[in-house]
């Protein structure tokens, strides 16, 4: 994704808003001891482009300022409800009755997304997992000797937590995962928090300082799809989450919907090339 970001010119401000970790360390979230590192300054070296932490929202802020500077318009107060087609156009329905009609809709709608429930008329299917987060002040964590400049990851039985640092170091982002035992046993109610404390009782002192600073108003359930075949249905395509929804794999779901995209631009740019070279009777 840097080696995306840098090619469409956007690496100097995501390096200014995120963090450039030096080590990924797994420890056993049980004695808090090292299991093993990888070298991330050393990846930069090899691959020549860095490996990259950053706030979801500030990744979000950095597209948006890019795609305004090239005309678009974000609509954000539109929900998407259905989709239609035929030989020339493809058109996006809204719950407010308006419609959007264009050559081609690219629907990135989500792992929920309506496109694909329509196009493929599958389900997500749920892991058992579910996920807390919370992205705090650094200064709240800074005298409990967590890693400043890595991203540390406690491997348990049946749980990781996760913990680095964001914005320059002035923020710490956690996230606890855990496999939710009402989940595997079919109860509608599942992944409360406490399960999150059950899950990660008796682990080392590192993860006992971190899990009362966890959000626990909200949680999400982890989900992916089944895989398919084909992303482009006529002239609807999916992107992102509503292709390919993966589970939680260091934090590389938004990265494969970046990826998409430039692929997809790459894709279009070729055709208009080669409609441009035959208009032109090259």
């Given at each position: ?6 090619a469409?010119?956007l690496l100097h401000?995501?390096k200014s808003?995120?963090?450039?970790p ?5 420890k056993?979230?049980?004695d808090?001891?090292e ?5 991330l300054?050393?990846?930069?070296r090899k691959?020549?482009f ?11 802020g950095?597209f948006l300022?890019?795609a ?6 974000l ?8 989709y ?6 493809a058109t996006a329905v ?18 929920h ?7 493929v008329a599958d ?13 705090i002040?650094?200064?709240?964590v800074?005298?409990?000797g967590v ?27 956690q996230?606890a ?5 009402k989940?595997?046993?079919g109860?509608?109610d599942?992944g409360?928090?406490d399960e999150?404390d ?22 999400w359930?982890?989900f ?10 006529g002239r609807i395509?999916l992107l ?5 929804p993966p589970?939680q794999y ?7 919907a970046?990826e ?7 894709h279009?740019?070729?055709?208009l090339?080669?409609r ?5 009777g090259?």
């Amino acid at each position: 994704c840097t080696r995306i970001l840098d090619a469409y010119g956007l690496l100097h401000e995501a390096k200014s808003l995120g963090v450039l970790p030096e080590a990924m360390v797994m420890k056993d979230a049980t004695d808090g001891s090292e299991l093993t590192r990888l070298d991330l300054v050393d990846l930069e070296r090899k691959y020549g482009f860095p490996y990259m932490v950053i706030h979801r929202s500030d990744l979000h802020g950095i597209f948006l300022r890019a795609a305004q500077r090239e005309g678009v318009e974000l609509i954000t107060d539109k929900q998407c409800v259905a989709y239609e087609q035929d030989g020339a156009t493809a058109t996006a329905v809204f719950a407010d009755g308006t419609t959007d009609t264009a050559e081609i809709v690219i629907a990135a709608d989500g792992i929920h997304s309506v496109a694909r429930n329509t196009l493929v008329a599958d389900e997500p299917v749920s892991s058992n997992y579910v996920a807390y987060r919370a992205a705090i002040p650094f200064d709240e964590v800074r005298d409990n000797g967590v890693h400043e400049k890595d991203v540390v990851v406690y491997i348990g039985p049946r749980c990781h937590f996760v913990q680095y640092p964001l914005r320059g170091g002035q923020m710490f982002n956690q996230v606890a995962v855990f496999q939710s035992p009402k989940a595997v046993a079919g109860e509608e109610d599942w992944g409360t928090p406490d399960e999150l404390d059950a899950a990660f009782d008796g682990m080392c002192d590192q993860v006992g300082k971190g899990l009362p600073l966890m959000w626990r108003d909200r949680w999400w359930r982890m989900f992916d799809r089944n895989p398919i075949d084909q992303w482009v249905f006529g002239r609807i395509a999916l992107l992102g989450d509503a292709a390919h929804p993966p589970l939680q794999y260091m934090a590389q779901g938004a990265i494969m919907a970046i990826e998409d995209g430039w692929v997809l631009a790459q894709h279009v740019g070729a055709q208009l090339a080669t409609r441009s070279a035959e208009s032109s009777g090259i």
